[in-house]
């Protein structure tokens, strides 16, 4: 179809708002920080719910475009986006089938694994989830930055489809829980989704 | 040798020589469609053509597997690249976006020729508004994804209306790497369309061989040799039916001929007796082949598989002749001896056969036509030729010696008469029991194609996500515009018919080319691009949007008006070109449109709401119906068979004793066959029935020559060792075509060797003479 730029990002802040219901990990700032601990931190999530606020600067529109909704995920492949303002719209993934229900009632549906660029999202949500390193590093250049207290996770899209959208997605946050998610585009647009833990 | 004996020969040998010419210049054909009916309905026939080179019939389904799905995904990639191209394929798929990449190009670059969204109000000032405000609700929701990137050129969504109608249901198979694979990953797959119809069997073979070949250089080349390669589909099965029927009809013809030639050898001791034996029934080849090549044109190889063993009851008649002849009197006084008899037996197999003649298959009309040659040249040669050719001194003494006891066997039968009948009530009891069931109502019952291939085919539909279609819209037009012209008067009654839930979706080829006076009224809604500019400009007023993020969009509607129209050489080289290939088809001076149906719920409604436009059908559905049909047919000339053929007897014999004594045994073994058949797990088809004729043809001659009064007991004798010897010929080659893995040869083979067994008990038991005159000792 065409192109995947907001999904990714969006998806992304789903894995992050997901992360954030992990909630604080003890006993691990004694020992050496690296991704290895951050991935096997995420993997004892089991089932999560989060409130989000999402801000777009989009090259065609005069302003930005503001969403806010909440962010679930039952393991270990069901995740889904409700937006709640300004419309109501539910995004959800479970297994390789993705589902769109829009505001005006049309149901759009997709394999995932039939398109690259929105494969990469998808399993990068689920790789993180799961604490799968290797399989985040199929589709993405990972690196971590900083300390327990302040980390930042850069995931730098490997597949050529998926660079032509996505250049860059930056997680960031501080132990174990996350705060934003920025995505950067390669056409210059960019969101950034700041994520509370709890149902809304 | 008289000079009789020499004319026969010389009248033989140039008839052979005449066969032979004929034989030289035919075309064998192996287009199993020749065992499908001739259609009566234009429904019908487009089913038939469909099976016979339609697109569906081209399609090869091809699945890797036994390696990591990594290996696998890199070998169908290479698989797939060493094919493109190649002449023999007409487009192969693997999921790569090779060819979608051309796809979308089509869509996108000719979508406002192709979207059924563009009408004058969607371009108005409102129009454009209403768009506009869709496209920020877009924007803001998870779906922007889908517009972001289009939307500057396509505000108006076409694209998205686009691909929403070709997704429709059908999700397609999951993908790793970028190629299709099975759900549980084990197996790569591929799709192939050959170039060449599914009927064209050489081509096809030559296709898969290629495929074949293409395989083993990509795993040569990758580091997967423990990768394996499956191909099912309708040309894999035809190939294979080909070769399967040839090599079975070939290792049993061995297999029957040595050990039917071994018992002969025991029972004559001579190789030149054994040689002469096998001339009627070779005669009777020749001339059979010879006379569909002149009746028909091309001979199937199929008929040419079953006529030979159908044939094999003309080895009896040498049997006859040689068992017969008595030490110290000349062959040639032998046949006059028993020529009415035999006469009458030939007859009354020439007429059981006759009937398939009248077959609206084309296949069974050849066996027919085959047959009855090869009879009544068997006959012949058996009755003029073969005397000439034996030793003036033949005589067998070997029957001779093993009469008495088949006599002493025989003569004991009639204590058989009461168990007899008892199975013949408890076979009828269950016949009438089993009702309807006991006939295969399936087309694919016909099918030679072995239950494991049909397993995994079903297996890789289900993996591709390619479902066989239920039911089909069919319209027909002069041409191809009005094909599709026709094809798009039913899109109108058929959204409502969706809205009313009397289906899922449908397909049609005006989706991948919309007719010409279509194309130009869409071109028609499009303004002029000042005007646009203007209605645009007001219709962004108070929108969010910056006033020049849509240039690209005025840019292409006015290339779109002045674009030429889209003609089938527009989608060459896109996958979407196999869709409407096979959507859009020539039928001699016709064109076809067929629209597949989704989730039929109620096909009354479609049927009535359309009836005045287009044919439903119901694939399934009516290609039973045909089948049954023509079961019903060749039951009723079966029937019809027996009935000619009891009248034959009546008239042949002149008593109606006699013909009681000849029919009974043979009703008997026909029904006690046919519970048996059914007791052990078959369905009956057309191809037993086949049998069941056969069975009366062999089986008149057991009884006729057991009824027929011998003027002594030697005599008698003979008649039955030479029975016995040839049916025990008939029981080896039939059985041995039993084993054939082919459904149709094995039910044959069963049909013939059981009831061609039970006809000679039956005769013995039930027989007048036998009974009336006893033999002592």
Redesign the interface.
């Known amino acids: ?8 990002q ?1 998806l992304a802040s789903l894995a992050i708002a997901i992360l954030l219901c992990v909630g604080p990990t003890p006993g691990l700032a004694a020992e050496a920080w690296g991704l290895e601990q951050l991935m096997a931190m995420f993997a004892q999530v089991q089932a999560a719910n989060a409130r989000f606020v999402e801000r ?1 600067n ?6 930005p ?1 503001e ?1 806010s909704g909440t962010l679930s995920y039952v393991r270990p492949h069901i995740v889904e ?1 409700q ?1 709640l303002q ?2 109501r ?1 539910i ?1 959800r993934v479970e297994g ?1 089938r993705l589902t ?1 229900n ?3 009632g049309t149901t ?4 995932v ?2 398109m ?1 660029e929105i ?1 990469a999202y998808v399993e990068s949500i689920r790789a993180t989830l799961s604490g799968d390193l290797a399989r985040l590093k199929r589709f993405y250049n990972v690196a971590l930055e900083g300390a327990a207290e302040g980390w930042r996770l850069q995931l730098a899209p490997l597949n050529q489809n998926v660079s032509e ?1 996505v250049r860059l997605i930056i997680i960031s946050g501080s132990n174990g829980s996350i705060g934003q998610v920025d995505v950067y585009q390669t ?1 210059g ?1 960019h969101s950034s989704m700041t994520i509370f833990p709890g149902s809304a | 040798m008289t000079w009789r004996g020499w004319w026969s020969l010389a009248i033989w040998l140039a008839g052979l020589l005449v066969c032979a010419l004929l034989i030289v210049r035919t075309s064998f054909t192996a287009d199993l469609s020749a065992f499908l009916p001739r259609s009566p309905s234009t429904a019908q026939q487009v089913l038939v053509d469909q099976l016979r080179d339609g697109v569906v019939s081209r399609l090869v389904l091809v699945a890797l597997e036994g390696a990591p799905a990594d290996a696998l995904a890199l070998l169908s990639r290479d698989t797939a690249s060493w094919l493109r191209g190649d002449p023999l394929i007409a487009a192969i798929n693997n ?1 790569e976006s090779t060819g979608i990449e051309r796809d979308r190009a089509y869509l996108w670059n000719n979508r406002y020729l192709l979207s059924s969204a563009v009408t004058p109000a969607r371009f108005t000032v409102q129009g454009l508004r209403d768009a506009l405000q ?1 496209d920020l ?16 050129s396509d505000p108006t969504a076409e ?2 209306h686009l ?2 109608q070709l ?1 429709g249901e059908g ?2 198979p ?3 790497d ?1 190629v299709w694979f099975s759900a549980d990953g084990t197996r790569a797959l591929l799709l192939v369309q050959t170039a060449a119809p599914g009927f064209d069997l050489d081509a096809q073979q030559r296709t898969l061989d290629r495929i074949r070949a293409a395989f083993d250089d990509a795993r040569a080349a990758g580091n997967a040799s423990s990768a394996r390669l499956l191909m099912t589909g309708p040309g894999v099965f035809s190939v294979q039916t080909r070769d399967t029927i040839e090599a079975d009809v070939k290792r049993s013809s061995v297999l029957a001929t040595l050990m039917v030639a071994g018992l002969l050898f025991m029972v004559y001791r001579s190789p030149r007796v054994l040689a002469l034996s096998l001339l009627p029934a070779a005669s009777g080849t020749l001339a059979g082949i010879a006379a569909v090549s002149l009746g028909f044109g091309t001979v199937h190889g199929i008929t040419l598989g079953f006529g030979v063993t159908l044939l094999g009851e003309t080895v009896d008649y040498a049997i006859y002749l040689f068992t017969q002849t008595l030490p110290g009197t000349p062959p040639d006084r032998t046949l006059p001896r028993i020529w009415r008899t035999l006469l009458l037996g030939v007859m009354t197999s020439v007429v059981g056969f006759g009937t398939m003649l009248f077959s609206s298959f084309s296949g069974l009309a050849q066996l027919g036509l085959f047959s009855i040659t090869g009879l009544l040249v068997a006959l012949c040669v058996t009755r003029w030729v073969l005397p000439t050719l034996l030793p003036a001194d033949f005589a067998t003494e070997r029957p001779a010696r093993m009469a008495p006891v088949l006599t002493a066997l025989i003569s004991a039968a009639p204590a058989l008469r009461t168990p007899l009948l008892a199975v013949m009530l408890l076979s009828l009891g269950w016949l009438f029991y089993q009702g309807d069931a006991v006939w295969s109502g399936d087309l694919s019952s016909l099918s030679p194609v072995a239950q494991s291939d049909q397993q995994l085919d079903e297996r890789l539909r289900r993996d591709l996500g390619a479902p066989d279609v239920g039911h089909l819209l069919v319209v027909n037009a002069e041409d191809r515009d009005g094909a599709l012209a026709a094809a798009e008067k039913l899109t109108g009654p058929l959204e409502e018919l969706v809205r009313q839930n009397a289906l899922d979706g449908y397909d049609t080829p005006a989706l991948y080319l919309p007719s010409q006076a279509t194309q130009r009224a869409r071109q028609a809604a499009l303004p002029d691009p000042g005007i646009l500019r203007g209605d645009l400009a007001q219709a962004l007023e108070g929108l ?3 006033p020049d ?1 849509f240039e690209p969009f005025l840019n292409s509607v006015a290339k779109a008006r002045s674009a030429p129209l889209l003609d089938p050489s527009s989608i060459g080289g896109t996958s979407l070109k196999l869709k409407l290939d096979s959507l859009l088809v020539r039928s001699g001076e016709t064109w076809t449109a067929m629209l597949p149906l989704r989730g039929v719920t109620n096909p009354q409604a479609i049927s009535e709401r359309l009836s005045q436009d287009a044919v439903l059908l119901d694939l399934k559905g009516e290609s039973n119906l045909l089948y049954r049909t023509y079961r019903q047919e060749a039951l009723i000339l079966a029937l019809l068979g027996s009935v000619a053929i009891t009248v034959l007897l009546a008239v042949g014999l002149r008593s109606v004793r006699s013909v009681t004594v000849v029919v009974i045994p043979l009703t008997a073994a026909v029904v006690i066959t046919m519970a048996l058949l059914t007791a052990l797990g078959q369905q009956l088809s057309i191809f037993h029935l086949v049998g069941l004729l056969l069975v009366v043809g062999v089986g008149s001659n057991y009884s006729l020559l057991f009824e027929r009064p011998e003027p002594s007991e030697v005599l008698r004798e003979r008649t039955v060792a030479s029975v016995t010897i040839a049916n025990l010929c008939t029981v080896i080659g039939f059985g041995i075509l039993s084993f054939s893995s082919i459904p149709v040869l094995h039910g044959i083979g069963m049909t013939v060797a059981i009831g061609a067994f039970l006809s000679l008990v039956f005769s013995a038991v039930l027989g007048r003479h036998l009974l009336e005159e006893p033999v002592h000792g």
Not at chain 1, 58 to 63: A, R, T, V, Y
Not at chain 2, 137 to 152: D, I, N, T, V, Y
């Open positions: 179809m065409i192109s995947g730029n907001n999904l990714g969006r777009n989009l090259s065609l529109l005069n302003e475009v969403t986006k937006t300004p419309q719209e995004l390789d769109l829009q505001a005006d759009r549906s997709l394999s694994s039939a690259p494969e959208t056409d647009d | 999921g869709n609700r877009l924007l803001q929701s998870p779906g922007g994804l889908f517009l972001k990137r289009a939307l500057p694209i998205l691909t929403d997704t999700t397609g999951v993908s790793r970028g969010p949007f910056r993020a």
